[in-house]
């Protein structure tokens, strides 16, 4: 689930004073800031969603905009979930009633498709937009395989979902709700592989697209890691703070950290085996922000040296990993 620019006070107050070093790079997007933004995983591509600006794609290798796309019939622009393929190919946007699937080669529409008994809450998409995931403010989830036409509805949850994530090859999905549960689950038997439990509503999850670990974070002070080929926990990340709510979740390449954005600015990297915190910032703000806050909406590694945000400030940012944290 993405978080709008209306979202940003939200826990200010128990906020922790970071010490927080400088980015090495800015690349300004939207001036007025942003709805809901995606990363690509390899840090690539930047899909950013504005009243502006409807949905932009941005070339962060060279910050060049790439497209600007616009849901059908809609004046308002509030796309306010995203989410970008694995393997660069697609991205797939949403309002609370429609969702439209791009393709980030030619920047042409493969559809549109309209959802009427609930809201769309949040989405994921497979490799090559082959397979859709759709999760609902009724606690379905929806799987659509679009060479066939299938839908699978997955009706695992029993209140409405918060967050879902989807393997590159769309075979596994994720799932999170406010019924205090996540699941993995498989997309083609709609079969229950592992459920994770938390003692609050499920607000984040995430998988490593290869296949080894999935998180899953509540409302309240509990994140944990997975290992999904025995479904045991690996680890809980270590915070001091009595209420802890992440926006943004992103796995290493090889497996050994984990990166997490918030709606406090904050964005921190973790140790995987276990869940210390090893280093962390916070992402800019727009200048007439007051009090200065920013959502962190997505955020992804491009290299084993440095990461990239980007936040409801309507700016991506590069920061540089500590050596010493490898």
Not at 106 to 123: C, F, H, K, M, P
Not at 206 to 220: E, I, K, N, V
Not at 312 to 325: C, L, M, Q, T
Request: aromatic fraction near 8%; proline fraction near 3%.
């Amino acid at each position: 689930m993405k978080y709008p620019v209306f979202f940003l006070l939200i826990l200010l107050s128990g906020c922790e004073k970071l010490q927080s070093t400088p980015p090495v790079q800015q690349l300004p997007h939207v001036a007025q800031g942003s709805y809901a933004a995606a990363l690509s995983d390899d840090g690539h591509y930047a899909a950013v969603s504005s009243i502006q600006d409807g949905v932009a794609l941005w070339d962060l290798r060279t910050n060049a905009l790439k497209y600007q796309w616009q849901h059908q019939d809609s004046s308002d622009n509030l796309v306010l979930n995203l989410a970008i393929s694995h393997n660069n190919s697609h991205v797939l946007t949403a309002d609370q009633h429609t969702y439209a699937l791009w393709n980030i080669t030619s920047g042409e529409n493969q559809g549109y498709w309209q959802l009427d008994a609930a809201t769309v809450r949040d989405v994921a998409v497979s490799n090559n937009g082959e397979h859709l995931l759709i999760g609902k403010s009724n606690g379905g989830v929806q799987h659509i395989t679009l060479a066939s036409g299938r839908r699978l509805e997955f009706l695992g949850h029993t209140e409405r979902i918060n967050s879902v994530a989807m393997s590159p090859n769309g075979r596994y999905a994720l799932t999170g709700g406010n019924d205090y549960k996540a699941h993995l689950w498989d997309t083609q038997s709609a079969q229950i592989i592992y459920s994770f439990s938390h003692p609050s509503r499920v607000t984040k999850v995430a998988l490593d697209p290869q296949g080894r670990y999935a998180f899953t974070a509540d409302s309240q002070d509990l994140a944990q890691i997975w290992d999904i080929q025995s479904g045991q926990l690996v680890s809980k990340l270590q915070f001091t703070a009595r209420q802890q709510v992440f926006s943004a979740v992103r796995f290493s390449r090889d497996g050994h950290y984990l990166a997490t954005g918030a709606p406090t600015r904050k964005l921190a990297l973790w140790d995987v085996q276990s869940g210390r915190e090893l280093q962390q910032w916070q992402v800019g703000v727009k200048p007439d922000s007051r009090p200065p806050s920013a959502v962190v909406h997505a955020v992804a590694f491009l290299s084993e040296k440095q990461l990239i945000s980007e936040s409801s400030s309507g700016i991506a940012e590069v920061w540089e990993i500590k050596d010493d944290n490898k």
